[in-house]
């Protein structure tokens, strides 16, 4: 296996040009986030070089999954990756700044690894880009994704943990209450650093847990049982 590529079980991701490279945050958005099953309609946020898009075309065999990503080189490696996977059919990529595009539908699951930094900007222009709440910051996204949200669906996304009550706060205003919420820690004696959480429109009671990462120098087996369908 090439360094610029990781293999996944039934796909290989190249992210050699891509501005966010596959990371812990990406594989356990995928990897967690609540599908039914009946999805058919998904929309990818910021979709990087096709990580997340590909997860979610493994999960859900019947979905048609629309990606967005605004940084060229991204894009451009997320389309070589999705047509070397077996499901190029059911993948539209489009480039292009989220805030700026008409859909003609509405979308059952959305999921989106955003930008969370907001004080310190990389030096790489596009790695900022990827990462800096300042190209796509937290309130326009929500607003965004309850545009195109269905009155059923559900909108699921990983945040810094610092960043948690004033996210839940947002996404309120814009009629998206939290329903799943699991915060993660890479071991059990390090403090939680990301919150992964699922939106509905329907205000209901948040089921809320812990996932640990790491246990003693290994992967913990909830945290194996979780990835176990992508890699090994």
Known sequence: MRDDTFKFKQFDIRHRDSAMKVGTDSIL?????????????????????????LMIAQRLPKANITAVEID??????????????S?????????ADIRHVSFDKVFDFII????????????NQAR?????????PTQELLSQASQVLNDAGSYATIIP?????QYIQQARRFGLYPSQLTAVRHTAHLPIRRVLIQFSRIA????????????QGHRNPTYQQLVAPFYS
């Open 204 to 215: 209901r009671s948040c089921q809320e847990n812990i996932l640990v990462i790491g246990q």
């Open 161 to 165: 943990a610092d960043q948690r009550d």
């Open 29 to 53: 958005l995928g990897a967690w986030c609540q599908v039914l099953g009946t999805e058919r309609q998904v929309l990818d946020i910021g979709s990087g070089c096709g990580i997340l898009s």
């Open 72 to 85: 060229r080189a991204s894009y451009l490696e997320s389309v070589e990756n999705i047509k070397q996977s």
């Open 87 to 95: 499901w190029q059919e059911r993948i539209c990529v489009e480039c």
């Open 112 to 123: 989106c690894n955003p930008p969370f930094f907001k004080h310190l900007m990389p030096s």
């Open 128 to 136: 900022a880009l990827a990462r800096h709440q300042s190209q796509l």
